[in-house]
């Protein structure tokens, strides 16, 4: 049997990465892989922790929320087509000038 932080640690380092990505990307698009780079690096540890506890409802609660994930990329990838048609850029610098 594997030791848990032999899960955790890459776990850490995917969550980093997109956390890394979320606050250095200027590209929208960019911005979204990398949050979903964070939730897979979360969905990993929440399923590490289930396999060390012996239970299958992290597992199950990680299938669901992968489903949720998949969801949520596609609605922002919408946001950012539409972004795209108002302002033919989508950059992240251009976003602050929405409310106006």
Known sequence: MHNLTDFLVPSLMIFATGL????FKKNLIGVVMCVEIMICGALLALVSFAA???GVGGAAFAFF???IAACEAALA???VVQFYTIRRSVSSDDADTLGD
């Open 77 to 79: 990838l919408a946001v």
């Open 20 to 23: 890394v990505g979320v606050f």
């Open 65 to 67: 929320a992968m489903a």
């Open 52 to 54: 060390a506890n012996g």
